[in-house]
């Protein structure tokens, strides 16, 4: 499972870094409604408030980084070919962004028309993206657990997004659906199947690169991505089925895979040969720490359902999976890869070597950095105000101002970018 990297192929860097530069904005935009709305918005998962939350992050930020993602590393890293990257990536992301939108807005104003705009939306957006992109990982030459856990990971986003259109349109025309049973397999597909799906697939390959650890040992590799497919299946069964007290029970083998997969993360960063710290791996630290503490309460909650009775206990697990894990990790791996892909693509220009500047000169450390603590105080403070509802306004506040820096800087490698691409172009004609 050693990196095997084909750059041929890479798209051109603004495929990317388009869905990049808009994540972080959702995140804005969820701690601006969270600072607006205050606690109440927390009360429950069904509140508007929680919902338009959960999706601001869910198909806002994580779905547009993860998909810009994708579109680097399939080429790059499975040695897929996605066919023509820019023009797929200005069909989809447009409708991406209006999907997110028009489902927020659909939840804070409960408007059907609104609605069945994002389901219009997401349906042909992510439909044409998951056929690209299915097709480029099925062609590939390549082999390995990478590839296999990348496919169920795009199989598992369009289930989520088929089960999430089947509920918007079930609140827009008031269909008579078991919404919270749907809704519960919705989000496992969603969050498992898709997110932590893709993390697992872009972990094997990234975190040993990136982190200097080494590799994810093959047997784990092989065992859990079949295995998360394998119990979120059941999982649905049994809650489409009705079988509500084996569905909760179900709770406690999917907790204890979450927390296999923190802690061998975790394992791996603490015996690496070269222990770096630097704001990716303590992102990644802070990603898998979530991690373990929302499978710790889903055990709980798996042996003893009645700690569920109270509705926040819900928004305590959301909170940990959607700011905790996905979008630490996220954050974590833009850092990285924004400054790799800016190196990659200088190369190209046909310097010599010695005249690419290095990665690190992409991005302010401190910048980085600084903003990491800021987000990892902006996440105590949303945890807290689950349970403290007065909270939750500075928690949006500082929620907003750690996304804003975080599209700051990455706005700051967009220009590094230019800057260096400019500097060699010029070197070059001068020669
Ligand atoms: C693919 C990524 C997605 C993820 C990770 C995700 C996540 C979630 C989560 C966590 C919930 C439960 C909310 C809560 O418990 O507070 C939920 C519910 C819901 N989602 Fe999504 N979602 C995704 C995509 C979508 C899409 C594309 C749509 C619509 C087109 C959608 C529509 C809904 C609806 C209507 C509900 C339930 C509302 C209710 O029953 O009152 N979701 N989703």
Not at 86 to 107: D, I, R, T, Y
Not at 214 to 237: D, E, K
Not at 307 to 336: C, E, H, N, Q
Not at 351 to 365: D, F, Q, R, T
């Amino acid at each position: 499972m050693h990196p095997n990297l084909s750059f041929d192929q890479a798209p051109p860097i603004s495929v990317p870094y388009r869905f990049f530069l808009a994540a972080p904005w959702f995140g804005v935009l969820a701690g601006l409604l969270l600072a607006w709305t205050g606690g109440d918005a927390l009360a429950s998962r069904w509140t508007p408030e929680a919902l338009a939350l959960a999706h601001l992050i869910a198909v806002g930020f994580m779905l547009q980084a993860m998909s810009g993602a994708m579109f680097q590393f399939i080429p790059v890293a499975v040695g897929g070919n996605v066919w023509r990257p820019s023009v797929v990536a200005n069909f989809v992301q447009p409708l991406l962004l209006l999907g997110a939108l028009s489902l927020v807005a659909g939840f804070l104003f409960s408007a059907p028309v609104l609605f069945s705009a994002a389901v219009a939306a997401f349906l042909l957006g992510v439909g044409v993206f998951v056929t690209v992109v299915l097709l480029a990982l099925w062609r590939t030459p390549a082999t390995g657990m990478t590839l296999w856990t990348m496919r169920i990971a795009v199989a598992g986003l369009a289930i989520a997004v088929l089960l999430g259109s089947l509920l918007a349109e079930g609140l827009a025309r008031g269909l008579s659906l078991p919404l919270i049973e749907l809704a519960n397999v919705h989000l496992a597909w969603g969050l498992g199947g898709w997110g932590l799906m893709l993390v697992a697939a872009v972990s094997y390959f990234v975190v040993p690169m990136f982190q200097l650890t080494h590799p994810y040992p093959l047997r784990f590799a092989r065992g859990f991505g079949p295995l998360l497919l394998l119990l979120v299946t059941i999982w649905s069964a049994l809650w489409l089925g009705d079988d509500l007290r084996r569905a909760q029970a179900m709770g406690f083998p999917l907790a204890l895979l979450c927390a296999a997969f923190a802690a061998m993360t975790l394992w791996l960063q603490h015996t690496r040969r070269r222990k770096i710290d630097d704001a990716t791996s303590l992102y990644f630290r802070v990603a898998m720490i979530a991690l373990l503490a929302f499978a710790a309460s889903g055990a709980a909650m798996a042996i003893r359902p009645e700690l569920s009775d109270d509705p926040r206990a819900s928004v305590w697990l959301g909170m940990l999976a959607l700011p905790g894990v996905f979008v630490s990790t996220i954050s974590g791996m833009m850092y990285k890869i924004t400054p790799f892909l800016n190196w990659l693509h200088l190369q190209r220009l046909g310097a010599p070597i010695s005249a690419v500047p290095n990665m690190k000169m992409m991005i302010p450390g401190t910048a980085m950095t600084v903003q990491f603590r800021l987000h990892v105080l902006a996440l105590v403070l949303l945890l807290a105000a689950v349970w403290l509802p007065a909270l939750a306004r500075v928690a949006g506040l500082f929620f907003a101002v750690s996304c804003f820096w975080l599209g700051w800087n990455l706005i700051l490698a967009m220009n590094s970018y230019r800057r260096f691409r400019d500097q060699i172009r010029a070197s070059v004609s001068r020669c």
